[in-house]
């Protein structure tokens, strides 16, 4: 067949659209990569021939199950669960557990088609997995938790293993779930082994885990800044969540001399303009992992900080822009409006947090933008550290871990530049460079296989 005949972009995701009714996330996140990927293997036959993009766009199998559980008041509650392993060509798959209400099949195929990319920028071998449960963690007791842990790990243990699937945490996952499902593994295999990472430090856990995904999130931007004579230091931060992603991005952008001026959840955003201490953030993170509470009590607590309800945080003045709670909370007229006030560099802490319109309106206006598959990649990292730790049955000190974990983030910085060239422009387009070079290692492994 010549390359001529091929599908063309637009018959390739009508084609998507047609297979996958009804979910919406997923079709968004496969249009944003399939964009790249048709120019770049435009006169590549091995890949058409192959039909490389057409079968990591097809998961390789979506497991979907019942989870039932006992409430602290005796009544049964009957939960919804997947796993959704998308891609094991380069390693084992790997990728987060989410328990949010708003978790769909749709939700977790996209996570999982987009940690397929992400795993491969680590230059780690682990494939792309996610799973996750409907389940509302909010307002629950420490005992409701552990039991809808139990009962989903009863189920999920038969499909996951070190060398099979290694699953983490994600929105409503933390140390916490993460314990829960561990202790339930070991109990129905009697087997002590790296099944899942985030553990705790006592059982397996690897240093800086935690930090992984906002600290990275933030060399990532100050990579792209680097590349134009340009720090995080005297700028004005805007950054969305307030859970693990958020607080550590705080974090890193405060140490790094950046003033970062909001946090958010689902009900609003805080402004506060005298800007984020260290000492504010540490109340910030006990707020939410301890106390559960919410970022509206931020402003009761802390003189000068506002509270916005039923508000994002995208129309307050900044140079830098880090969202990271959820997909889709930044949408076209957002980043208009970020670009307008003079946003230079937006780095993706959470998973496909702009919509396509916001993307597009990035990169015509040619601003340092990093999507999340590359800028939040800091997280599965070290999460792979954890693996190759708990395979060889050691522990690595903390200053080497931060070391690796600066190092793959430049490497990742490095990768989107060689594919993400803009010609006459100074600005590389990274959404490119990241789809194209995740895309390359696994379809050559792909390749490699043959028809499997
Ligand atoms: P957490 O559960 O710790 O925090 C999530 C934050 O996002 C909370 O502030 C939450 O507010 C907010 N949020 C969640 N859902 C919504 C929603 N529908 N609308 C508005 N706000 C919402 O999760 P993480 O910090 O771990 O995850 C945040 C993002 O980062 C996700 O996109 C995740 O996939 C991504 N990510 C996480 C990694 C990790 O290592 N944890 C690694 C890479 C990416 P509320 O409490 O009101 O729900
Ligand atoms: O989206 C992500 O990369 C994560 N939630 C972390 C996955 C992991 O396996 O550490």
């Given at each position: 067949m010549a390359v001529t005949d091929h599908v063309d972009l637009n018959g390739f995701i009508e084609g998507v659209k047609?297979?996958?009714?009804?979910?919406?996330?997923?079709?968004q996140a496969v249009t944003e990569v399939a964009e790249d990927i048709f120019d770049f293997i435009q006169d590549k036959e091995a890949y058409h021939k192959a039909q490389i993009l057409r079968r990591i766009a097809e998961p390789d199998r979506v497991i979907s199950f019942r989870v039932c559980w006992q409430d602290d008041k005796g009544d049964i509650r009957v939960q919804r669960a997947w796993r959704v392993q998308n891609n094991n060509a380069i390693g084992p798959y790997k990728g987060g557990i989410r328990f949010h209400p708003s978790v769909t099949e749709s939700v977790l195929k996209f996570l999982a088609?987009?940690?397929t990319f992400k795993n491969a920028l680590t230059g780690l071998p682990m494939g792309g997995g996610k799973g996750g449960s409907n389940f509302n963690p909010k307002g629950k007791s420490d005992g409701?938790?552990?039991?809808?842990?139990?009962?989903?790990?009863?189920?999920?243990?038969?499909?996951?293993?070190?060398?099979?699937?290694?699953?983490a945490g994600d929105i409503g996952v933390g140390a916490r779930e993460i314990g829960y499902m561990f202790g339930q593994y070991k109990r129905i295999t009697n087997e002590f082994t790296g099944v899942l990472t985030g553990?705790?430090?006592?059982?397996?856990?690897?240093?800086?885990?935690?930090e992984a995904t906002g600290y990275g999130a933030t060399y990532f931007l100050q990579n792209m800044l680097k590349t134009q004579g340009k720090d995080i230091a005297g700028h004005t931060v805007v950054i969305s969540g307030s859970g693990n992603v958020a607080t550590h991005a705080a974090e890193k952008c405060t140490q790094l001399g950046g003033k970062v001026v909001t946090l958010s959840d689902s009900e609003g955003f805080v402004y506060d303009p005298d800007g984020f201490t260290q000492e504010k953030i540490d109340w910030v993170k006990d707020?939410?992992?301890?106390?559960?509470?919410?970022?509206?009590?931020?402003?009761?607590?802390?003189?000068?900080?506002?509270?916005?309800?039923?508000?994002?945080?995208?129309?307050?003045?900044?140079?830098?822009?880090?969202?990271?709670?959820?997909?889709?909370?930044?949408?076209?007229?957002?980043?208009?409006?970020?670009?307008?006030?003079?946003?230079?560099?937006?780095?993706e802490g959470a998973n496909m947090p702009t919509n396509l319109e916001g993307v597009h309106v990035f990169k015509d206006?040619?601003?340092?933008?990093?999507?999340?598959?590359?800028?939040?990649?800091?997280?599965?990292?070290?999460s792979g550290l954890e693996m190759s730790q708990n395979s060889a049955r050691?522990?690595?000190?903390?200053?080497?871990?931060?070391?690796?974990?600066?190092?793959i983030m430049a490497g990742i910085h490095s990768s989107c530049l060689e594919y993400g060239g803009r010609p006459g422009?100074?600005?590389?387009?990274?959404?490119?460079?990241?789809?194209i070079a995740g895309f390359k290692k696994v379809a050559d492994a792909m390749l490699a296989f043959g028809v499997v």
């Open positions: 047609r297979r996958n009714p009804g979910q919406p996330e997923f079709v088609f987009e940690q409701e938790v552990m039991r809808f842990c139990q009962s989903l790990m009863t189920e999920l243990y038969r499909y996951v293993g070190a060398d099979v699937d290694v699953p553990k705790g430090l006592e059982y397996g856990g690897s240093l800086i885990r935690t707020l939410k992992n301890k106390r559960r509470g919410r970022i509206s009590e931020y402003a009761k607590e802390f003189k000068g900080a506002e509270f916005h309800v039923g508000k994002t945080p995208w129309g307050v003045p900044c140079q830098l822009a880090l969202p990271c709670a959820t997909q889709n909370e930044l949408l076209g007229d957002d980043a208009r409006t970020l670009v307008g006030n003079g946003c230079i560099g937006v780095s206006a040619q601003i340092l933008y990093a999507p999340g598959k590359a800028a939040n990649a800091g997280g599965v990292a070290v050691i522990s690595w000190k903390e200053e080497e871990l931060q070391r690796l974990l600066i190092d422009s100074k600005i590389p387009d990274y959404v490119k460079g990241a789809n």
